[in-house]
């Protein structure tokens, strides 16, 4: 298939997806009475989904390219002769495990916690709310997950597939829909475990729910938190006063450190 017509499917797909989560969330709400066009929509619709993605989606696309020609390491298909099934699965797995232990790291560290905060600033978790990342962590981990597509010589249609169901998978996790995936949630992450990520201050959550698409990593390194029975109550930052503003809120990351206590 030729590439520019896999990305406007793809592109109708996600849209299509954020359309079905939505009618979700208003006949399945998790917290009922939830609008739409909750505190914080703009910032996360208009300048994190469009204006920071379009920005940084050029900015990642020139650095890949430039250590790509430097090393020249895609010619070789190292990772091409597999078929796009299977190429697509080895980044799927490879990168959801990296990204599992790069979140833990965030929760961890003083530095990645400034630039990862402002995702967990939302006060109400929706489909729209995963958007919300620091342009700094984007840039960080998008690079890191789609250099090494290209360098391996992987087929061009990973990239794109993959980007489409990151943006989906981001979107499920994050949305107010009441889902009770049972057993499956030992295995594929979902709504239900990942809110509890998304806690704000409560103790037995805190720390917990790493994972992004496979939950298995949580269980396999006993940061899985699924009570039976409780629901989170509250969301955000209410222990700092976080900013409203898109570019504020960018700024803030690189505010002092300070002695807490």
């Known amino acids: 298939m030729n590439i520019g017509n896999l990305k406007l499917i793809t592109t109708v797909a996600v849209v299509i997806s954020a359309l ?6 208003r006949i399945f709400p ?7 066009l909750r505190e914080g929509f703009k910032e996360d619709f208009f300048y994190y989904t469009f204006f920071q993605n ?16 430097f090393f020249h390491l895609s010619s070789h298909r190292l990772i091409g002769r597999f078929s796009l099934l ?28 400034h630039i990862h905060e402002a995702h967990h600033s939302n006060r109400q978790v929706d489909w729209l709310s995963g958007s919300r990342s620091h342009a700094l962590e984007i840039l960080i981990n998008q690079t890191i997950e ?14 794109v597939l993959k980007g489409a169901i990151d943006a ?38 805190y720390n917990k729910n790493f994972a992004t698409k496979l939950a298995i990593w949580d269980w396999l390194f006993n940061t899985a938190y699924n009570p039976r029975g409780q629901k989170p109550e509250y969301f955000g930052l209410s222990d700092i006063n976080f900013p409203v503003n898109y570019f504020k809120q960018q700024v803030f990351a690189f505010r002092k450190f300070y002695k807490e206590g």
Not at 55 to 69: C, D, E, Q, T, Y
Not at 90 to 113: C, G
């Open 146 to 159: 789609f250099l090494p597509i290209v360098l391996l010589g992987a087929a061009p249609a990973v990239a």
């Open 86 to 113: 299977e190429q697509l699965i080895f980044f799927f797995v490879i990168h959801d495990f990296y990204i599992y232990w790069f979140h833990r790291l965030q929760h961890n560290s003083k530095i990645l916690w």
């Open 54 to 69: 379009y920005i940084l989606g050029l900015v990642i696309a020139w650095i890949i390219s430039f250590i790509n020609s």
């Open 168 to 205: 989906v998978w981001g979107m499920y996790i994050h949305s107010n829909i009441d889902v009770k995936s049972g057993r499956l949630q030992y295995f594929i992450n979902g709504p239900e475990m990942h809110r509890w990520h998304h806690a704000d201050k409560n103790n037995n959550a």
């Open 30 to 36: 998790y917290t009922k009475n939830q609008k739409f």
């Open 20 to 25: 079905v989560l939505v009618l979700l969330e």
